[in-house]
Nanobody, 125 residues
Framework: QVQLVESGGGLVQPGGSLRLSCAPS????????MAWYRQAPGKERELVAA???????NYADSVKGRFTISRDNAKNTVYLQMYSLKPEDAAVYYC???????????????????WGQGTQVTVSS
């Protein structure tokens, strides 16, 4: 069973910084792309940033220059460093990873997307 565990959310003042972390666990053969999404109340979930296994990145226009996505392949961990936070960045942030798992017999299973439980980011003075 593969799980994604996020951490690092919280309350921050406008202009402040936060770093989110996401660490998949379980029977993982490989991790391909990893990403952060967010969903604010009454809005659809949107892509914030994504990173491939070879560290190519892309960002939503609204966060370019303020957020940085990175990954530590040795730790299977993806990070989202957020600077200059604005009230409109407030949302539940979800980690996403495209993972090839394997089962208890050691066979590869089809790759699929996995999601974390979400971590709340609140930006308020």
């Amino acid at each position: 069973q593969v799980q994604l565990v996020e951490s690092g959310g919280g309350l921050v003042q406008p202009g402040g910084s936060l770093r989110l972390s996401c660490a998949p666990s379980g029977s993982i053969f490989s991790i391909n792309a990893m990403a952060w999404y967010r969903q604010a109340p009454g809005k659809e979930r949107e892509l914030v940033a994504a990173i491939t296994s070879d560290a190519s990145t892309n960002y939503a226009d609204s966060v370019k220059g303020r957020f940085t996505i990175s990954r530590d392949n040795a730790k299977n961990t993806v990070y989202l460093q957020m600077y200059s936070l604005k009230p409109e960045d407030a949302a539940v942030y979800y980690c996403n990873a495209h993972i090839t798992p394997w089962d208890s017999r050691g066979y590869y299973l089809p790759p699929r997307d996995y999601w974390g439980q979400g971590t709340q980011v609140t930006v308020s003075s």
